[in-house]
């Protein structure tokens, strides 16, 4: 058979890591694939002369790859503006994409996917979530025969190395993300990991495959984790919890649940103990029940994997043409979730304080389900005060939110009340296994 040619947009650690991978393992694409994936043009707009490109042509000029002997046009140079110019001229051409790039799909995946359907051309976008973990293709093929009705996971690998630096070595947040920074997790600027915005893009992606529906970015909640304090961490710990960075969808009747934020995980579930730069996604449905799948989320191999492996799969015929969406799904927000909450109150050490807050929730018909107060927790200042935690059994976000206000408004309650939700996954997942099994 004639081989894929293949035109590579972009030069960074991912796209120099795909050019050596379709060089050194060519034989090994070959018996795979059926056909040679041949490396026929690379563009980046910054030559990388020590980057072996074999028998490619270079090019400083993006619009190279529009020519005639490019059958799949690879982008991987990031950012919106030109990744889209590259992805809809090659489309409009008549050429397959293959993106790793969740920022462009967020924002303008309907739009390009209905051009390569008119087109009749593949869009293979495996690598745009969770790195090397196969999340897309086993929702499209693997999990063909459910009907998929939520999905959760931890879906950005900076923000969980620092959660797990934050535990495992008692650092603080500040520390934690600057050993990230220095190991090359994270970005001098961090914003859109540590604030949820990459996982917003990525749980955005993986709603709208499971739900075969249009989700809008602008639709999922979105909460970082530059406001969890070291002493969450311990206190979640104590309490039988980790405090992971999940994204959660569920489909329901009148629309989609899609949030980010941080959570207390149960010991007893298994992404619990997902740890460091790992990624992990699941998923529930109707017929196979829950499913965990756990990998490196990102750097240039595992994030080069998923790219090649799109390209193997279009080589064989089998990288599906994009089709509309079935349905648009109006996004139902954060006010209809309904869960049980960490509250930290720091209250003034005084008699009749927590009888106070005691009342304050039951007023509100929240139950309390664990309490931590401890009198050597006192904290100086002009009055000595104590935190209290609670974590309350399942309320309503809005009920949630009402008592915090109400609580804060107490004379016994001074500073800021932190609030973090608990997820209750277990109907999604499978127990953790029991120590040393």
Not at 191 to 218: M, N, R, W
Not at 327 to 341: F, Q, S, W
Not at 415 to 422: D, F, H, L, T
């Amino acid at each position: 058979m004639t081989p894929l040619r293949v035109g590579l947009a972009g030069l960074g650690t991912v796209g120099a890591t795909v050019a050596q991978l379709l060089l050194e393992n060519a034989a090994l694409f070959e018996r795979r694939a059926g056909r040679r994936l041949d490396l026929t043009r690379v563009a980046s707009r910054t030559p990388k002369p020590d980057v072996n490109l074999g028998p490619a042509t270079f090019d400083t000029d993006l619009g190279s790859l529009d020519a005639d002997d490019v059958d799949v046009v690879v982008e991987l140079i990031g950012g919106v503006t030109s990744a889209k110019e590259v992805v809809a001229t090659a489309i409009g051409a008549g050429r397959h994409v293959v993106t790793a790039n969740k920022a462009l799909l967020a924002a303008h995946g309907e739009e390009l996917f209905e051009a390569a359907s008119r087109r009749g051309v593949s869009v293979g976008f495996e690598a745009s979530v969770a790195g090397g973990i196969p999340i897309i293709n086993a929702l499209r093929t693997g999990l063909a025969a459910n009907r998929i009705d939520a999905l959760a996971g931890i879906v950005n690998g900076t923000s969980n190395y620092i959660l797990t630096a934050m535990e495992e070595e008692a650092q603080d947040f500040a520390t934690a993300l600057a050993e990230a920074q220095r190991l090359g997790y994270a970005e001098a600027d961090p914003t859109f990991d540590v604030e949820g915005i990459d996982a917003a893009q990525k749980l955005a992606i993986l709603a709208a495959l499971a739900f075969d529906a249009t989700i809008e970015f602008d639709g999922v909640h979105v909460e970082g984790i530059s406001g969890i304090d070291i002493e969450d961490i311990r206190y979640a710990r104590e309490l039988g919890f980790s405090i992971k960075h999940l994204g959660i969808a569920r489909l329901h009747e009148d629309g989609v649940e899609a949030r980010v934020h941080p959570a207390l995980v149960p010991d007893s579930v298994l992404i619990a103990k997902v740890s460091g730069v790992m990624n992990a996604v699941m998923t529930h449905g109707d017929a196979v029940g829950p499913t965990l799948y756990v990998g490196p989320g990102a750097g240039g191999p595992p994030t080069a994997s998923a790219v090649v492996a799109d390209l193997v799969e279009l080589a064989r015929g089998t990288l599906p043409v994009p089709r509309p969406a079935e349905r648009r799904l109006p996004d139902l927000g954060i006010e209809g979730v309904i869960c049980a909450h960490y509250l930290k109150i720091p209250a003034i050490d005084q008699p009749g304080v927590f009888a106070d807050v005691a009342d304050v929730l039951s007023r509100h018909d929240v139950s309390i389900e664990a309490v931590i107060q401890r009198p050597q927790a006192i904290r100086s200042g002009a009055e000595p005060w104590v935190p209290i935690i609670i974590v309350t059994d399942e309320a309503p976000e809005a009920v949630a939110r009402e008592c915090v206000s109400e609580l804060g408004r107490l004379s016994g309650v001074t500073g800021e009340i932190a609030r973090i939700r608990v997820a209750d996954l277990t109907a999604m997942m499978p127990p953790a296994p029991p120590a040393g099994a």
